[in-house]
């Protein structure tokens, strides 16, 4: 049975780091206030020349080199992004280019938070159909360029930054031993699609809109939807969260995060938080986390690790795998 084991990661953030008590000055607001709702303490903003195809390419070329491959070996490319750099076409295609690929293909996937979800999900599913052998997974974004600055309900929680995976074929025994993706679990309602969206696009307004979110909305469902599908992907695999190391969330919000954990009994030490440094940068958030924690030691092979967000949609999901 064919899996898709993870075979090198990587990571890219802006060199501005925009703290809290910056923030002050630009909108009325406080270090205190922003740590105690959310957890963030700075966040990256991308400046001249830095956009989501810059770092998407930085995080691509440091997860092969990670992974001792060079673009030909890959024959895929998934971006998952909200904030491409063009309408079209995707920023996937405008990565292929950057790292000098003529072959395989390449393609966008649009999930808002739940991007990397979606995208880890896609290709293993393109990997496990005989499309693809090895597979680039990027989650990358410039959330800083549709923020309404003025705004201080929303402009103090995103941050920008690109994460990649390399996932590659391999033999697996189809048992929950294997290395690889084990299962993924996958949501969407679109009935909630005005709690969290951007007011404007190329078939409405002709412009790229600033980003509307009702937080209170989005907090008072996050919890119950995130668990729900983590229970899924427990349920599907026959496995439980005591079989498991890691919970790489989705870096929206502290409060959010800790929720989860605590209603699955996943002990906060088995939980991998980068919301501090890196504020929620939306489907770049867990490939930045998950960059962090295999590249400080504490996610080592033979891991169990449930990825988990939810976003904008909603869209929401969780991907089980072993490291
Ligand atoms: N600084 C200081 N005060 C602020 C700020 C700010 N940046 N923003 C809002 N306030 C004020 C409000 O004006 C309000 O004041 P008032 O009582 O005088 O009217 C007060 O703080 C409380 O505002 P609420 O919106 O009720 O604050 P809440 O406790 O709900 O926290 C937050 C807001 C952090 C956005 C919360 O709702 C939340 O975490 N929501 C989840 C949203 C989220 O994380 N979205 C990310 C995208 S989706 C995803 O990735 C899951």
Redesign the pocket.
């Known amino acids: 049975m064919i899996r898709s084991v993870v075979r090198g990661f990587g990571a890219a953030l802006p060199k501005r780091v925009l703290t809290n008590r910056e923030m002050e000055d630009i909108?009325?607001?406080?270090d205190e206030?922003?740590v105690q709702?959310?957890g963030i303490r700075q966040r990256y903003i991308a400046g001249e020349g830095e956009t989501t195809a810059s770092l998407g390419e930085a995080a691509a070329r440091a997860a092969l080199d990670r992974a001792k491959l060079t673009p030909a070996d890959i024959d895929m490319i998934i971006v998952a992004t909200s904030t491409p750099d063009n309408t079209f076409p995707a920023t996937a295609v405008n990565i292929q280019a950057r790292l000098g690929m003529h072959h395989g293909f390449a393609f966008d996937v649009q999930a808002v938070?739940t991007g990397f979800v979606y995208a880890v999900a896609t290709a293993d599913a393109y990997i496990r159909g005989g499309l693809a052998r090895r597979a680039l997974v990027i989650g990358a974004e410039t959330f800083s360029r549709i923020l309404d600055w003025t705004d201080?309900?929303t402009c103090?929680?995103f941050g920008d930054g690109a994460g990649a995976l390399v996932l590659e074929a391999a033999e697996g025994k189809g048992t929950i031993a294997d290395r690889g993706v084990l299962t993924a679990n996958l949501r969407s309602d679109g009935a909630h699609r005005d709690k969290?969206y951007v007011d404007g696009g190329p078939s409405t307004t002709g412009t790229v809109g600033h980003l509307r979110?009702e937080?209170?909305e989005?907090?008072k469902h996050?919890v119950g939807m995130v668990t729900d599908v983590i229970e899924g992907a427990f349920n599907a695999t026959g496995t439980t969260a005591d079989d498991l190391d890691w919970l790489v969330p989705?870096q929206?919000?502290r409060?959010?995060i800790d929720g989860s954990a605590r209603k699955l009994g996943i002990p906060l030490e088995k939980v991998v938080v980068t919301v501090d440094l890196h504020g929620?940068t939306?489907a770049a958030s867990i490939p930045l986390a998950i960059a962090t924690a295999a590249g400080d030691g504490r996610i080592k092979e033979g891991d169990l690790v449930m990825l988990e967000a939810?976003?904008?949609g909603f869209t929401w999901g969780a991907v089980l795998l072993r490291w």
């Open positions: 909108v009325e607001t406080n206030w922003i709702r959310t938070c201080r309900t103090v929680l969290l979110m937080g209170r989005v907090f996050a989705h929206a919000n409060r959010i929620n939306s939810m976003g904008g």
